[in-house]
Every structure is written in structure tokens, then in C-alpha cells.
């Protein structure tokens, strides 16, 4: 099972929430393609690679397809044994549209890693092992939400002083939404750094879909990410682990064809096939097959063909900054950049 399914099937319900936005009604907003400027009913999607830095085996893939234009955006992860070969990788290639996964949790066997702010002053996000704790569940319960704004800040910096200037955040695992004070925690580094964190802007469809799977939407959490004055996108699809590539590839491209107008991220996590990966994560064939799958000349064609647009989080903030939408331009000129 891979880590991204975990990631939005079986942590809890609240860490659903990754992708709610602003409440807003469907049958008169506009998608945030729209407002920052694409043509209407555009389809635009940001391919994005998760787990920069998190091994050699994903920083060969990700490099290989962003040097050859096969996905868009990628986040890196700090504390990872392979992250400064990203962030090196980042300072040389500065027009890279690199963010920052922020992780809290530690979850492969055999290869973990710890924090970066260091043991002292985060003493609750220390499994027994002094390792960030492997589940969401372990973190959500012990974690207080001053350490992990204390890990969240340190990150930032150690990337920004490894040359990576990050164009968004987004959350390992899922565990920095594992709790209301966590979210506000995300949102709050996001809004003081003016780096925006992926979230999706919640319409009515979200909310019906997220109780039908048994996920309610508590009010207070829409209160808080309702302030948020970052750009959002409209949807999050993710690749889903399949038996063969060639269901994987079916799968990715009945996809492409339903997707609906806005911006959607689409979430990858390729890998290159190497010994030591096998070591590493059960799913190492799911990676590398979603490494294949970006670079299959049928992929290619329906992504030319069904008059898909690849933006990313560079080109959103450059939008963004020429067309802020209405509610958040107060926000945006009392200096909160």
C-alpha cells in the first residue's frame, strides 16, 4: 500500500481536511483557474512529485522529469538523509518549481529520520528511538503544537539557508492536519512566510463526498481555513496503487479525461528502481512504475490532447500577486506578506 493512500485513506477523519478551503457555493464561483486568470473552463493541472530528499531513488526521478518537462512541481523534505542533494540541485536550478514537504513523521522500518530543529526543543515529536514518531495517530497524540511550530519554522530555514527557496508547503503524511491547532499551525507558518500551503478551496460537492466516505467537516475548521488568504486549486487527485502498470497507466488516463475545469494538483511519487529502495518501502514498485507512467508516450499525447494546461506554484503566486482575488486583497496590502 503506498504512503499517499494511507495518506488520505486511513489516517483520521479530520486529516481530510488537507484539501478544504474556503466554503463557497458551486453554481456561482469561480475556479481558482479562473481568478488567477486562465481562460474559463480551463483544465489546469499542477503535477506534482512528493518526497524530493527523501532518498537517492526519488531524487534521480524527480530531477530526470523535471529536466525533461514531465511534471511540474515538486516539495522536498528537510529532515531527509537526501535532502541537501535536493536542495543542491534547487540553488542550481533556480526557475524549479521545488517546495517544501513539512514532515513530522518518520514512518519506514528500516530508514527514519529526525528533526531538524534538534531533540531539545522538540521533545514531543521524539518517538523512543528519537525519531520523528512513525504514525499519524502516535503524532496527533503526543505532539504539542509549539514544538511543531518550532520544527515547521526550523525547516524553512534550514532549506532557505541550503539555497532552496520554496515555493509552497505541503504535509507529509497528512499529520500537520491531524489536528484543529495542527491546521492552524500549517496555515499561520504559511500566512507569515508568504509561501502558500496546498489546500483546496471546499465547495458544497466536497463536503457531500467527505460525509458520505464518514468524514464530517466540523464548523470551527471551516472557520479557520476560511480566513486563509493564499491561493488555493480547485481539486487533489492522486495516482492510486494498481496490479500491473498497464492498470496503473488506464487508471492516470481515465483520470486526465474527468477531470473537471479549475486547477487540479495531481500527486506523484516516483522512484527509480535501485536495491536499496527495496529495502526501504514495501510500494517501491508502485514508484517506479508512476516513473514510467510520466514519461509513456500515451500519457504525453492525451495530456497534449485533451487540452490540459501544466502550470505550478511559481506561476499561481505570480498570478495570484497580479490578480488577488477580492476578499483577500485587504489582506494582502496590510502587509501580511
Same mark, same amino acid.
Given at each position: 500500500?503506498?504512503?499517499?493512500?494511507?495518506?488520505?485513506?486511513? *489516517?483520521?477523519?479530520?486529516?481530510?481536511?488537507?484539501?478544504? #478551503?474556503?466554503?463557497?457555493?458551486?453554481?456561482?464561483?469561480?475556479?481558482?483557474?479562473?481568478?488567477?486568470?486562465?481562460?474559463?473552463?480551463?483544465?489546469?493541472?499542477?503535477?506534482?512529485?512528493?518526497?524530493?530528499?527523501?532518498?537517492?531513488?526519488?531524487?534521480a526521478?524527480?530531477?530526470?522529469?523535471?529536466?525533461? #518537462?514531465l511534471?511540474?512541481s515538486?516539495?522536498?523534505?528537510?529532515?531527509?538523509?537526501?535532502?541537501?542533494?535536493?536542495?543542491?540541485?534547487?540553488?542550481?536550478?533556480?526557475?524549479?518549481? *521545488?517546495?517544501?514537504?513539512?514532515?513530522?513523521?518518520?514512518e519506514?522500518?528500516?530508514?527514519?529520520?529526525?528533526?531538524?530543529?534538534g531533540?531539545?526543543l522538540? !521533545?514531543?515529536?521524539l518517538?523512543?528511538?528519537?525519531?520523528?514518531?512513525?504514525?499519524n495517530?502516535? !503524532?496527533?497524540?503526543?505532539?504539542?503544537?509549539?514544538?511543531?511550530?518550532?520544527?515547521?519554522?526550523?525547516?524553512?530555514?534550514?532549506?532557505?539557508?541550503?539555497?532552496?527557496?520554496? !515555493?509552497?508547503? !505541503?504535509?507529509?503524511?497528512?499529520?500537520?492536519?491531524?489536528?484543529?491547532?495542527?491546521?492552524?499551525?500549517?496555515?499561520?507558518?504559511?500566512r507569515?512566510q508568504?509561501?502558500?500551503?496546498?489546500?483546496?478551496?471546499?465547495?458544497? #460537492?466536497?463536503?457531500?463526498?467527505?460525509?458520505?466516505?464518514?468524514f464530517?467537516?466540523?464548523?470551527?475548521i471551516?472557520?479557520?481555513?476560511?480566513?486563509?488568504?493564499?491561493?488555493?486549486?480547485?481539486?487533489?487527485r492522486?495516482?492510486?496503487?494498481?496490479?500491473s502498470?498497464?492498470?496503473?497507466?488506464?487508471?492516470?488516463?481515465t483520470?486526465l479525461?474527468?477531470?473537471?475545469?479549475?486547477?487540479?494538483?495531481?500527486?506523484?511519487h516516483?522512484? *527509480?528502481?535501485?536495491?536499496?529502495?527495496?529495502?526501504?518501502?514495501?510500494?517501491?514498485?508502485?514508484?517506479?512504475?508512476?516513473?514510467?507512467?510520466?514519461?509513456?508516450?500515451?500519457?504525453?499525447?492525451a495530456?497534449?490532447?485533451? #487540452?490540459?494546461?501544466?502550470?505550478?506554484?511559481?506561476?499561481?503566486?505570480?498570478?495570484?500577486?497580479?490578480r488577488?482575488?477580492?476578499?483577500?486583497?485587504?489582506?494582502?496590502?496590510?502587509?501580511t506578506?
Amino acid at each position: 500500500m503506498s504512503t499517499l493512500y494511507r495518506q488520505f485513506i486511513f *489516517v483520521p477523519a479530520v486529516t481530510a481536511l488537507i484539501i478544504i #478551503g474556503a466554503l463557497v457555493n458551486e453554481s456561482t464561483a469561480e475556479t481558482w483557474a479562473e481568478r488567477l486568470g486562465f481562460p474559463p473552463s480551463s483544465k489546469v493541472i499542477v503535477l506534482h512529485a512528493q518526497e524530493m530528499g527523501l532518498c537517492y531513488e526519488t531524487n534521480a526521478a524527480i530531477v530526470k522529469l523535471l529536466d525533461a #518537462g514531465l511534471i511540474s512541481s515538486t516539495a522536498a523534505m528537510a529532515p531527509c538523509p537526501w535532502f541537501a542533494d535536493a536542495a543542491k540541485w534547487s540553488a542550481a536550478n533556480p526557475r524549479a518549481d *521545488v517546495g517544501l514537504e513539512l514532515t513530522i513523521n518518520s514512518e519506514w522500518k528500516e530508514y527514519r529520520w529526525r528533526p531538524v530543529a534538534g531533540d531539545a526543543l522538540v !521533545t514531543t515529536l521524539l518517538d523512543p528511538d528519537r525519531y520523528f514518531w512513525p504514525s499519524n495517530l502516535q !503524532t496527533m497524540v503526543n505532539a504539542s503544537a509549539e514544538d511543531v511550530e518550532h520544527e515547521l519554522l526550523a525547516q524553512i530555514a534550514h532549506a532557505k539557508s541550503q539555497g532552496l527557496r520554496p !515555493t509552497h508547503l !505541503t504535509t507529509h503524511l497528512g499529520a500537520l492536519i491531524s489536528r484543529p491547532d495542527l491546521i492552524e499551525v500549517y496555515l499561520r507558518v504559511a500566512r507569515q512566510q508568504w509561501i502558500p500551503a496546498m489546500v483546496v478551496e471546499l465547495t458544497p #460537492g466536497h463536503v457531500e463526498r467527505f460525509h458520505a466516505a464518514g468524514f464530517p467537516v466540523p464548523d470551527d475548521i471551516i472557520a479557520l481555513l476560511s480566513n486563509y488568504p493564499l491561493p488555493k486549486v480547485d481539486d487533489l487527485r492522486m495516482i492510486l496503487p494498481a496490479e500491473s502498470y498497464e492498470a496503473k497507466k488506464q487508471a492516470f488516463l481515465t483520470m486526465l479525461r474527468e477531470l473537471p475545469p479549475g486547477i487540479t494538483q495531481i500527486a506523484v511519487h516516483p522512484a *527509480v528502481e535501485s536495491d536499496a529502495i527495496k529495502r526501504i518501502m514495501p510500494d517501491w514498485q508502485q514508484r517506479v512504475w508512476e516513473t514510467q507512467l510520466l514519461g509513456d508516450e500515451a500519457v504525453r499525447a492525451a495530456l497534449r490532447g485533451e #487540452g490540459l494546461v501544466l502550470t505550478n506554484w511559481g506561476e499561481i503566486m505570480q498570478r495570484f500577486h497580479g490578480r488577488p482575488p477580492a476578499k483577500d486583497s485587504a489582506t494582502a496590502s496590510n502587509g501580511t506578506r
